[in-house]
Antibody, heavy 120, light 110 residues
Framework: QLQLQESGPGLVKPSETLSLTCTVS??????????WGWIRQPPGKGLEWIGS???????FFNPSLGSRLSISVDTSKNQFSLRLSSVTAADTAVYYC????????????WGQGTLVLVSS | QSALTQPPSASGSPGQSVTISCTGT?????????VSWYQQHPGKIPKLMIY???KRPSGVPDRFSGSKSGNTASLTVSGLQAEDEADYYC??????????FGTGTKVTVL
């Protein structure tokens, strides 16, 4: 059974870089019919797609996050990672990783999510 | 890329039906038949309820149905049950391997 698990610091200072890793277990990340995505949800608010990456490393980003964002993949570790620079309090959210099913365009399964608080 | 528009809330009595709208543009909802719906209970992860506008994943009750007309997609929950009380989010493919979620609707079972 495919499972995803986010890991990374739960507290990041303003202006610093938020870094999270998603470890995939139960199947190989190297499958061209899937992308691997990040979604976030600020406390009490809705879901926001952050971006997705293919196993070959092609990445696609939410334009609203601009150049602050980078997403990478490490097939040897069956992991993919998110880096968001110059964070502010507005980046405080639960961050989810999830598999994205291409050509059908839905996310699942999802990781359990990790809360990242941006605060000094 | 703007979030898809959903009503903030919807409600119905047990056994009744409730329909949630999801309005986008011709660049997302109207341009592709790749609308999906997620149910999220408080403190839980989102659960896929509908994909490709009308398809239900295995295990999702047939009380949940989806449709689309133009730039607006809809989720209908028939025969409302207490466990259907949750937040619902639509989403759509938006071209060039990008994706957009809706603003979310809180469904209350009266």
């Amino acid at each position: 059974q495919l499972q995803l698990q986010e890991s990374g610091p739960g507290l990041v200072k303003p202006s610093e870089t938020l870094s999270l890793t998603c470890t995939v277990s139960g199947d190989s990340i190297s499958n061209s019919i899937y992308y691997w995505g990040w979604i976030r949800q600020p406390p009490g608010k809705g879901l926001e797609w952050i971006g997705s990456v293919s196993y070959r490393g092609s990445a696609f980003f939410n334009p609203s996050l601009g150049s602050r964002l980078s997403i990478s993949v490490d097939t040897s570790k069956n992991q993919f990672s998110l880096r968001l620079s110059s964070v502010t309090a507005a980046d405080t959210a639960v961050y989810y990783c999830a598999r994205y099913v291409r050509f059908s365009d839905w996310f699942g399964p999802w990781g359990q999510g990790t809360l990242v608080l941006v605060s000094s | 890329q703007s979030a898809l528009t959903q009503p903030p809330s919807a409600s119905g009595s047990p056994g009744q039906s409730v329909t949630i709208s999801c309005t986008g543009t011709s660049s997302d909802v109207g341009g592709y038949n790749f609308v999906s719906w997620y149910q999220q209970h408080p403190g839980k992860i989102p659960k896929l309820m509908i994909y490709e506008v009308t398809k239900r994943p295995s295990g999702v009750p047939d009380r949940f149905s989806g449709s689309k007309s133009g730039n607006t997609a809809s989720l209908t929950v028939s025969g409302l049950q207490a466990e259907d009380e949750a937040d619902y989010y639509c989403s759509s493919y938006a071209g060039s391997d990008t994706f957009v979620f809706g603003t979310g609707t809180k469904v209350t079972v009266l």
